[in-house]
């Protein structure tokens, strides 16, 4: 059943993808960044993948395109799940936001581009969430300075 | 801050002049010792408590351990009714102004006790989100190592605070007395 359903989507969406592989029981697709809107929409209405698990990024500093956006999805219905990345520039990190989609990803959204400085295209609600308004850079990239400390209060000593 | 010229002018000599009074001498030291021995046997605590270090904290807090001895039992969730702040657990920076304004808004005497590595050096964390160490924002009168402290731990630091309330110096009516 499970081996099934991940048949299908492979089978579907491999076209329009870059690659698909299973790994773990989790399919995996290699999107181009403009494919995504797309191939979610299709995961959602037409594979029942109805819950968003998560979207979070790699540095993969000095490769270039630098970035791996990646997203997790969940299928209630088949119990399955499926894995979802896109490489973006660091020139140009922008993908789209599947808040419109998924109501959840608006906050994940924002994790992500505090965290990375991935821009959601499309999501207008991108403030710090774990940060805070004055925080320079993006503290999971691999080139932020690991000891490089940013006070809120001034430091009695 | 006036010196009193004319000693006629108080019986009791609030400020030693000249050569020092030993009445006055001690009288100071016995009301420190007074109020030494009242205050360290009321430490209550305002428990600022934010990461794993609680699992601890409760377990010293209960009946095996029973901080009670102490007088340092009943926690005080109002910051003005404490006189302990036990930072407990890891303080981010986005935390630290929380720290700070809770401080400040204790009232004098105010001691303060880092529990555990993270309050004490910001333990395993040394990156963008955490402070490495409490006494960067606050001043901290005991510091309790271990991730997290043994309860054994904690009572050695509540009763070494105690003695240090004990031995310092209690001023009530002015800095000198
Ligand atoms: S010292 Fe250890 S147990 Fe305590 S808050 Fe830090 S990590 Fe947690």
Redesign the interface.
């Known amino acids: 059943m499970a081996a099934g359903i991940l048949d299908r989507v492979s089978e579907a969406l491999a076209p329009t993808a870059i690659s698909a592989a299973i790994a773990h029981g989790i399919l995996v697709l290699t999107l181009a960044p403009e494919a995504l809107t797309p191939v979610v929409g299709r995961l959602q209405s037409e594979f029942g993948f109805d819950l968003f698990l998560d979207v979070t990024a790699i540095d993969w500093l000095p490769q270039t395109p630098r970035f791996e956006v990646v997203w997790h999805f969940y299928s209630t219905e088949h119990h399955v799940r499926i894995r979802i990345k896109a490489r973006v520039a660091e020139s140009d990190a922008v993908v789209d936001s599947l808040r419109p989609r998924y109501g959840s990803a608006g906050i994940m959204e924002r994790e992500c581009h505090e965290m990375y400085g991935i821009v959601f295209r499309g999501n207008d609600d991108l403030r710090p969430m ?3 308004e004055g925080f320079v850079g993006h ?1 999971l990239r691999k080139d ?1 300075p ?8 001034p ?3 | 801050m006036s010196t009193p010229t004319n000693a006629s002018l108080a019986t009791i000599p609030i400020h030693a002049v000249g050569e020092k009074s030993s009445a006055f001498e001690y009288l100071t030291t016995k009301k420190d010792e007074l109020l030494g021995w009242a205050r360290k046997f009321s430490i209550f605590p305002y428990p600022f408590v934010t990461a794993c270090c609680a699992m601890e904290f409760m377990a010293v807090s209960s009946s095996p351990y029973d901080t009670d001895r102490f007088g340092a039992a009943l926690p005080r969730f109002s910051p003005r009714q404490a006189d302990l702040l036990m930072v407990v657990g890891t303080i981010s920076h986005k935390q630290a102004t929380v720290l700070k304004t809770v401080y400040d808004q204790m009232c004098e005497p105010k001691w303060v006790m880092a529990f555990g590595a993270c309050a004490t050096s910001g333990g395993f964390y040394q990156n963008y989100a955490a402070v490495a160490g409490v006494d960067r924002i606050v001043p901290v009168d005991i510091y309790i190592p271990g991730c997290p402290p043994r309860p054994e731990m904690v009572i050695d630091g509540i009763m070494q605070l105690q003695d240090l309330i004990a031995r310092s110096r209690h001023p009530i009516v002015n800095k000198d007395f």
Do not use: A, H, N, T
């Open positions: 774990l940060l805070y503290p932020y690991k000891d490089r400390e940013q006070p809120l209060v430091y009695i000593k």
